[in-house]
């Protein structure tokens, strides 16, 4: 009976905390960078690379894109890197 109680509990271990990546991008509603960065802190990620592009359709200071793309998985604690519309 013990041996099956360990091995219950061994295989039962739940796998890595995988997090989908929080939305930003073009269309609405537009994430801004504090959002999308609180976004991120909440589901235990961190903030990548940031960087710019000049704003066309999307409002300054919007989140436009990032890497892994908004809704991938990302295990909980590693980067996301993102860009900014200025």
């Known amino acids: 009976m ?4 360990i091995r219950k509990a061994w295989f039962g271990w739940p796998a890595a905390n995988v997090m989908k990546v929080p939305a ?4 609405p509603p537009q994430v801004s960078e504090a959002q999308f960065l ?10 990548g690379t940031r960087t710019t592009q000049a ?7 919007n989140v436009v894109s990032s890497t892994p793309a908004a809704g991938a998985n990302a295990n909980q604690g590693s980067s996301v890197a993102y860009v900014v519309a200025v």
């Open 24 to 27: 930003s991008g073009v269309g």
């Open 55 to 61: 704003a066309g359709a999307v409002t300054a200071g």
């Open 2 to 5: 013990p041996s099956l109680v």
């Open 38 to 47: 609180a976004n991120l802190s909440v589901l235990g990620l961190k903030p």
